[in-house]
């Protein structure tokens, strides 16, 4: 998924999110035992399921305003969600 890897280029840790039919592919990217990580050798992003879209925006901004900023990215809170009802 070009999303899932532009989250890793981009030094993302930690995706919050609310799940649905709409985002179930970029999900399955997030699983421990999907193939990419096999190959990538990267640590795959820690996926936080969240009780609605609201919170998980909330979380992601509390996330990104906890982190240092003198890494070597600087510090982002990703929210997901899915389409409509």
């Known amino acids: 998924s070009l999303i899932y890897s532009k989250l890793v ?3 993302v840790t930690v995706v919050n999110g609310f799940s649905g039919g709409a985002v179930l592919p970029l999900l399955d990217q997030f699983h421990e035992g999907h193939p990419r990580h096999e190959t990538s050798g ?4 820690r996926w936080i399921t969240n009780s609605n879209e609201a919170s998980s925006g909330h979380i992601a ?6 982190m240092p900023i003198n ?6 809170g990703v929210a997901v969600a899915t389409s409509g009802p």
């Not at 990267?42 to 992003?45: D, F, K, L, M, S």
């Not at 890494?71 to 982002?76: D, R």
Request: aromatic residues 6%; glycine residues 16%; charged residues 20%.
């Open 42 to 45: 990267v640590t795959p992003i």
């Open 61 to 66: 901004e509390g996330y990104a305003k906890s």
């Open 9 to 11: 280029e981009h030094g």
């Open 71 to 76: 890494g070597p990215h600087k510090p982002v």
